[in-house]
């Protein structure tokens, strides 16, 4: 009897042990051996971890306290990807993982040339049914891979029940040009381009701060701008804290409602809009238009806005998103786009340049 405590005291242990073994392993997967912040992107940040394996944590932006999710990055390349946004084409085409790109929602209004391309010869399909995403035709293609957007109260876990890596992407609530691009060292992780990724951001961001630098060094009149749209009744403009007031800032100008600070863009009454731009010195306008840009088209058809000063002067410009990629590929070349703004507010600066997003609407 003796015996048997014996021998069941052994066992209990060597249980124990192997139990402490595995435990301890597991530990070691999720201890965390540095960290990589990124440089001016708010909404993740990525560990390295003690199995030589990767862990994203994906952050809300505008609350870097509030963890979105936590993603493990599989050690196994998933080569059967799908996204639901054109700023995504933009930037797994950047990394040449294109031809792994096997969906896309509207996939027949992207603008990307290459994945335009892959599209007409059936390489791509269209993710999109009228305005839904079609579930059978994502889990059809055998996607492993997908990238969605955080927001916006849709339920993805039909897709990870599936097994699909559902990756939620916030790009577009970064306050700063270079923070959504920086986004492609997410794509770079998860697609096994790290490197390359990393070389792509500090190849643009180089691009970008040496133009910020010749602005800041070579301009002491800014003038003053503003940029904003129309819808059903109403104006609405960029907040001050974010990229667009950024790209504005680095270009020389005074955005005229640099000092806000607003979640999403700010909603203008009409009399109030017209008292602070009736003296500005450029209007910027974004739109999309199938036929030649008017100057209706700035100004919602109201006609009280053609008597502003930027109206008189004729420092109007417009980028039309009909004939480029201003929601795609722009999102990658931030140093472009700088450019040609820089070129709208000192054009003596970057002598000979021709505009490839903003032009001017007295040229057209």
Not at 173 to 180: A, C, I, K, V, Y
Not at 211 to 232: I, W
Not at 250 to 275: M, R, T, V, W
Request: proline letters at 3%; one cysteine or more.
């Amino acid at each position: 009897m003796a015996k048997f405590a014996s021998m069941s005291k052994i066992i209990l242990f060597i249980l124990a042990a192997i139990m402490l073994s595995c435990s301890h392993q597991s530990d070691q997967k999720s201890v965390i051996i540095s960290s990589e912040l990124p440089q001016y992107a708010k909404g993740f940040k990525i560990n390295l971890l003690a199995d030589s394996s990767y862990q994203i944590i994906l952050l809300n932006p505008e609350s870097v306290t509030d963890t979105v999710e936590i993603i493990h990055v599989p050690k196994v390349l998933l080569e059967n990807i799908s996204c639901l946004s054109t700023t995504h084409v933009a930037m797994i085409d950047q990394l040449d993982r294109l031809d792994h790109l096997k969906g896309i929602s509207f996939a027949d209004r992207v603008k990307n040339l290459n994945a335009q391309s892959a599209f007409q010869r059936g390489e791509i399909i269209n993710l999109s049914t009228d305005r839904d995403l079609d579930d059978e035709i994502l889990i059809g293609l055998k996607t492993n891979l997908l990238f969605v957007y955080p927001f916006g109260g849709e339920d993805y876990s039909k897709f990870t029940k599936s097994e699909i890596l559902v990756v939620p992407i916030s790009e577009y609530m970064e306050g700063h040009p270079l923070g959504r691009a920086e986004w492609i060292k997410v794509f770079g992780l998860l697609l096994g381009e790290k490197e390359k990724a990393d070389q792509l951001f500090e190849d643009l961001k180089n691009r970008y701060l040496a133009l910020a630098n010749l602005v800041n060094k070579n301009t002491k009149n800014r003038p003053s701008v503003f940029t904003g749209f129309y819808d059903n009744g109403d104006w609405y403009a960029p907040a001050g804290n974010g990229f667009v007031a950024q790209f504005l800032k680095d270009a020389g100008s005074n955005y005229i409602f640099a000092d806000s600070l607003h979640s999403g863009n700010l909603k203008i009454p009409f009399e109030l809009l017209y008292e602070k731009v009736y003296e500005t010195d450029t209007w910027i306008k974004i739109f999309y238009s199938t036929t030649t840009p008017s100057r209706e088209q700035i100004t919602g058809e109201d006609s009280r806005l053609i008597k502003i000063k930027s109206f008189r002067e004729g420092n109007i410009f417009y980028c039309n998103t009909a004939d480029n990629d201003y929601f795609g590929d722009a999102i990658m070349e931030p140093e472009v786009l700088l450019a040609d703004l820089i070129n709208c507010f000192h054009p003596e600066l970057l002598t000979g340049r021709k505009n490839k997003y903003y032009k001017k609407i007295n040229s057209i």
